[in-house]
């Protein structure tokens, strides 16, 4: 919960996302931030996938998955491992993924 | 090894590469990557050390996820500084957290199934009987990013294995003292780390109880002679020999004796295989549904590690080398064929350190015309198991054992 009140705080202050990257981090204070796509929705991807996870995920899923697949991995990280993304986010997010790193 | 002349190259490739606005692939870095893997994953690799590590394929940084070079799989034992490290979730303890010391780490043992609840410091757990086994750790998702058409996931390569030998107490022994209860069914594990997330499912495995009897089953302290390393479970883990990995428990913490089935994310729906479709002898039945099973014991399985693909060696004789292993039947033979799969020849077995352990092989291919020459190997166990020619299918992308295939260029 720790990493995730951070990246909130971080986004409710305006900060950067790479210093949100960063301050996430439960474990790694050498991670490396990972440069997606500078494109429309990269914000919402670095705020609510990168909370938990790096985002190298993405890339090394790429670019295989159609928009089902990104569709369900996304639905996955909210049924499955509780991430507390709105609906409105998800959409910008899969449309996001698709697009740059889907198939 | 990367040499330094390939290094050089590779920094070269990769000013290259910059110059022309491309992102800088893997290759650059100096990285042999199988073509066959997800191009955003070949592009995005890198070599990086974790504190104590060797330089290993980067493939996340959180949770960790680095799988080791096939050039330290040219001998049976892994280097601990080499071995891969694999997390689910990103709250891992840091090496020195008073909950991994071990001054003051503590195993809890209990559970509904056992006679009486105690814990154990790693002095005591060091006190208790010591047995030790030769065992290969293999994520059961080795090889993920070689299925076609792909499987999300850690999209592993052939590295997210290594073989060590393992000290420490045998589990039975815990177990024992605790009293198991004739309707205990499973024996629940569970490690120090945990989700960045509150919502995110603990990572939480279970083993039946008669695989956590075995003599070999271990709560380990001890890799190839030394303390575990930080990100391979420090200070105790679990060893279940001949299993893939993801019951392996790193920093375990809790020990549980059960009556039901365990029944989180991490047992079902997570780490199944369909029914009926791997010749698989270890089930898991108290977990087993009409549809599907956990996975259980590894595959037979084998490969070559002495060239990469598509090294270049010259008309004489090549020594081709690498590494069999299987869920603890053991090796009974590896044949090489230089023609596609058509002919195939005995290889010599090196030295046998145990039926869960790696096990070598060498072949001398004749001296063979220019051109392209493609080695292939395949290991059968001493029940009868091969490797498979095609891929088998499976919605998680485990048990990839399809023989593995070198091409050489003969100049």
């Known amino acids: 919960m720790r990493a995730l009140t951070i990246a909130l705080l971080a986004t409710l202050a305006g900060l950067t996302p790479a210093v949100l990257m960063l301050e996430a981090l439960p474990a790694r204070a050498d991670e490396k931030p990972i440069a997606l796509k500078k494109a429309p929705g990269l914000d919402k991807v670095e705020a609510n996938c990168g909370a938990c996870h790096s985002l190298d995920y993405i890339q090394m899923n790429s670019p295989f998955p159609n928009a089902a697949l990104w569709d369900a991995e996304v639905g996955k990280m909210i049924k499955a491992f509780g991430a507390p993304i709105s609906d409105a986010d998800a959409a910008v997010i899969n449309d996001y993924l698709t697009k740059h790193y889907g198939s | ?411």
């Open chain 2, 1 to 411: 090894m990367i040499t330094r002349r390939r290094l050089l190259e590779g920094a070269s490739a990769a000013a290259a590469l910059a110059g022309s606005g491309l992102p800088p692939l893997a290759e650059a870095a100096g990285l042999d990557l199988p073509p066959a893997l997800p191009h955003g994953l070949r592009a995005a690799a890198v070599l990086e050390s974790l504190p104590g590590k060797k330089p290993l394929i980067k493939l996340s940084y959180r949770p960790p996820n680095y799988e080791t070079p096939i050039e330290y799989f040219r001998t049976a034992i892994t280097p601990n500084d080499a071995f891969f490290v694999r997390y689910h979730l990103a709250d891992i303890p840091a090496a020195d957290a008073s909950v991994l010391d071990p001054k003051t780490w503590k195993l809890a043992v209990g559970g509904e199934g056992a006679n009486t609840e105690f814990t154990l410091g790693l002095d005591e757990l060091k006190q208790m009987p010591a047995a030790e086994v030769v065992a290969v750790n293999q994520c059961s998702g080795n090889r993920r990013g070689l299925f076609v058409p792909h499987v999300a996931g850690v999209e592993w390569g052939y590295g997210a294995m290594g073989c060590a030998r393992w000290k420490g107490a045998r589990l039975k022994d815990v177990l024992d003292k605790a009293g198991i209860k004739k309707e205990a069914i499973e024996i629940v594990f569970n490690g120090a780390d945990g989700p960045a997330v509150d919502k995110t499912p603990d990572f939480i495995k279970s083993i039946p109880v008669w695989k956590a009897m075995e003599e070999t089953t271990l709560i380990a302290y001890e890799m190839n002679g030394a303390p575990l390393p930080h990100l391979n479970g420090f200070p105790a883990r679990i060893i279940v020999p001949g299993w893939t990995g993801t019951y392996w428990m790193k920093h375990v913490i809790s020990i549980k004796a059960v009556t039901k089935p365990e029944s989180g994310f991490w047992m079902n729906p997570a780490y199944r295989i369909p029914i009926g479709k791997f010749p698989i002898v270890a089930r898991f039945l108290t977990q087993e549904n009409a549809a599907n099973t956990p996975i259980t014991e590894m595959v037979v399985n084998s490969l070559i590690t002495s060239h990469a693909d598509g090294a270049t060696v010259n008309a004489e004789a090549v020594d081709l080398g690498g590494i069999a292993w299987d869920g603890g039947y053991g090796i009974q033979s590896v044949e090489v064929s230089t023609d596609g799969g058509r002919a195939w020849n005995a290889a010599t077995l090196g030295q046998d350190i145990g039926r869960y352990a790696f096990r070598t092989f060498s072949f001398r291919v004749p001296a063979h015309a220019r051109g392209k020459l493609t080695v292939m190997a395949r290991a059968t166990n001493k029940i009868g198991q091969s490797q498979t020619a095609e891929l088998i299918a499976n919605p998680a992308g485990y048990h990839h054992n399809v023989m593995h295939r070198v091409t050489l260029i003969v100049a």
